[in-house]
């Protein structure tokens, strides 16, 4: 048994191991505890390797014409386009390695040379370097940001081992090849191809191969858009150099290599902007910003790149030529009718323009019609028989009284009257007094009704118009007149316009098609009032009184082109519209700012020209059949069983007395309704009231003493206007109430 002192000594001893043991344990705390901040430091919020090839990775969409031409490329601030090691030319993969990493194959991330190299920088120059592989390459323009720290360099070790261990060296090169920067926007070799010389990757020569594989070490020195083009060259020698070296080539090949002549691409302006643009609008309202900018989108477009970019100088062409008379913009917009496909839109004339603000899509603008919309007052009366094309109307001087509104007395655009006029001159001849009779005879309530069926989407509340609607006195779209005078060129079908024929991703995935069917649409108007129509605004002889026999609304091997010409007032917008059974055309040439143009711009030398340029070229490819084998558009208009024809009196518009045979008054041929024939003239006489100083109908402030009664052959139109078939020309005025 121990003694007391030797249990106490003990005691001392047991408490001394115990915080011996005691420290060991803080100490191991403290030690763990600084392991796991440092390696928290180092490693806490690192990507993961997966993330290499991540579905979330950004992709460019792209927007491509109806043959698979580009036209255009969305992006954030990168334009990537992936593409498949094995879809490469062999050589590219070679370049590549032999001026960035020979070893590739060899190592498993790290050079040895390489970090030789590095750490002797580091120690003896003061340089963070590193070794530079391609896994390193990767993972550093992947994964990690660019700051050279010494925190980075670790986590770009750990990450370069992983993505060894969790990749085959082919799925490396192939994810390097892919994200890579290679200047500029261009991030991947594919993206990288079509910047610099326009081709896809696959497409690649092998002196084109050599030039792009030297760029990614550093893309603005080497830039062959870059300020010294020339080190593109010499850095291009030195990748084919390297590539005999490593046996990848013989030195002839590498010669004749350098010996080719590269085609570099143009520096362009975007194709079909404005058009772009709406699209990309449209796209990310159905699909959101993020699908749009990085999902990688394959879009083809019913754009026919080739119309457009003809469309785009015809424009600029045509505008620049009237800068005396103070035109400063125009804008077209080409469809096919029966389909309503989009084939070409030019939303100004330059869409960098600064003299007008080159942006702002005017297609897509309201602008005043002018005379443009008279078919569309027209097509109306026809259809509810209220008028035939041979109805004579009354081109006087005329006001119209409206409760509470100041007279309305519209003008001619040439400032005079033409007397009594069938419909079918009225409005070949875009006279504005018997369109302004029509309008009343339709009343604008029915108008606007009717033009919201056509197409015409921004007429809304018919209180807010007048009579000078049939003048364009209202505003429209080109986009939406194309849609009207869509349904006239299809017999009376409308077509919604169409620009998205399919919407996949990168990887094949289909979000939606669309195959445009001739067979679709709503029928607004008769198959045989579209006739009608149709027939007059191609009747050169029907239009020559204002036109001229030779005009541009005459198109060169076309003869089939229906047109109609718009001009305000004020003279603030120009517009030509035009179409046959296979394309409809709209153009319009004005100022941004509305300011008017020059007193010489006109229906005919303002848009037309435009117009007859666009329309020819776009009939030239559809009677082709570029947009359909069976395209045939020289039988148009076809005439419908139910229209015919009939020889009527030249003075009235109303049938002959005696017939074909004995008509006892000059005749003319003209189309009507089956149903809707005109009545047979009467030879009606009245007693009238003449003005004795002129042989004029008297008007009502005529002074009594200068007045006498005669018996003439008259006329009343459908407003009840009395016309004397045997005065001059009436100057005295009709006063009409409305409604």
């Known amino acids: ?419 009594l006029v069938q419909a079918r001159f009225a409005l070949g001849n875009s006279y504005n007094i018997p369109a302004v009779r029509v309008l009343a005879v339709n009343g604008i309530e029915n108008f606007v009704d009717f033009a919201k069926k056509m197409g015409l989407s921004t007429l809304t509340d018919p209180s807010d118009y007048g009579l000078s609607l049939t003048l364009g006195g209202g505003e429209v779209r080109p986009y939406d007149m194309a849609v009207a005078f869509g349904v006239f060129a299809n017999q009376g079908i409308k077509a919604p316009l169409v620009s998205i024929l399919k919407v996949e991703d990168w990887k094949g995935k289909v979000y939606e098609e669309t195959k445009p069917s001739e067979t679709e649409g709503d029928r607004v108007l008769s198959n045989e009032v579209t006739f009608l129509i149709s027939h007059v605004l191609l009747d050169n002889n029907a239009r020559s009184a204002a036109f001229g026999e030779s005009s541009f609304l005459n198109v060169k091997g076309h003869p089939e082109v229906s047109v109609k010409t718009g001009t305000t007032n004020d003279r603030r917008d120009n517009w030509t519209v035009g179409y046959s059974s296979l394309i409809t055309v709209v153009t319009w040439v004005g100022n941004n700012n509305n300011t008017p143009m020059g007193g010489a711009v006109s229906g005919v030398s303002g848009a037309s020209p435009i117009f007859n340029r666009i329309i020819k070229e776009a009939l030239d490819k559809a009677e082709k059949g570029t947009y359909n084998k069976e395209d045939d558009g020289h039988s148009w208009p076809r005439q419908p069983e139910g229209v015919i024809g009939k020889n009527i009196c030249t003075t009235d518009g109303l049938l002959p007395p005696g017939g074909d045979d004995n008509p006892g008054c000059p005749t003319r041929f003209e189309y009507f309704l089956k149903d809707a024939l005109p009545k047979t003239t009467e030879g009606e006489r009245r007693d009238v009231l003449i003005n004795k100083t002129n042989g004029q109908l008297a008007a009502p402030d005529t002074p009594p003493e200068l007045i006498e009664t005669q018996n003439h052959p008259i006329y009343t139109d459908p407003l009840g206007t009395i016309y004397c078939l045997d005065c001059p020309i009436a100057s005295a005025s009709a006063t009409i109430r409305y409604p």
């Open 1 to 419: 048994m121990k003694s007391p002192p030797e249990l106490k000594k003990l005691g001392w001893l047991a408490r001394f191991k115990a915080s011996l043991r005691d420290i060991h344990f803080r100490k191991k705390i403290v030690f763990f505890s600084v392991l796991t901040i440092i390696f928290s430091w180092l490693f806490w919020g690192i990507p993961l390797p997966t993330n290499l090839s991540s579905e979330e990775m950004p992709v460019s969409t792209k927007l491509f014409d109806r043959n698979g031409k580009l036209i255009y490329e969305i992006y954030t601030d990168k334009r990537r386009t992936p593409i498949k090691l094995a879809d490469l030319p062999p050589y590219v993969r070679e370049a590549t390695i032999s001026i960035e990493d020979k070893d590739f194959y060899k190592h498993y991330g790290f050079s040895l040379t390489g970090i030789t190299r590095a750490a002797y920088n580091i120690v003896f120059k003061g340089k963070l370097q590193g070794g530079s592989t391609l896994t390193q390459q990767l993972v550093k323009n992947s994964l990690l940001t660019p700051e050279r720290t010494v925190r980075r360099k670790i986590r770009e070790f750990a990450l370069t081992l992983l993505v060894e261990a969790i990749y085959s060296k082919d799925q490396i090169l192939e994810l390097y090849l892919n994200q890579i920067p290679y200047g500029s926007t261009a991030y991947g070799i594919e993206a990288a191809s079509e910047l610099y010389l326009d081709k896809a990757a696959k497409d690649l020569t092998l002196g084109e191969a050599a030039l792009l594989a030297g760029l990614p070490q550093s893309p603005t020195r080497y830039s062959p858009f870059g300020a010294n083009p020339d080190m593109a060259k010499g850095r291009q020698e030195t990748v084919l150099k390297r590539m005999v070296e490593d046996k990848y080539l013989t030195q002839e090949k590498a010669d004749a290599a350098k010996a080719e002549v590269i085609k570099y691409a143009e520096i362009t302006p975007p194709k079909a902007p404005h058009f772009a643009l709406w699209i990309k609008e449209a796209l990310a309202e159905k699909y959101g910003e993020a699908l749009v900018e990085k999902g990688g989108l394959r879009v083809t477009t019913t754009l026919d790149l080739d119309l457009q970019e003809f469309a785009q100088d015809a424009v600029a062409t045509e505008v620049a030529k009237l800068k005396k008379q103070k035109v400063g913009n125009g804008a077209a917009i080409v469809t096919r009718p029966k389909t309503g496909e989009i084939l070409a839109m030019v939303g100004s004339k330059d869409y960098f323009a600064q003299d007008e603000d080159g942006k702002v899509n005017v297609i897509l603008a309201k602008r005043q019609p002018g005379s443009s919309i008279k078919p569309v007052n027209y097509a109306l009366a026809l259809s509810d028989k209220k008028i035939t094309l041979a109805t004579a109307l009354a081109d006087v001087p005329s006001c119209f009284a409206v409760a509470g509104q100041a007279l309305y007395c519209p003008v001619n655009y040439d400032g005079t009257f033409h007397g």
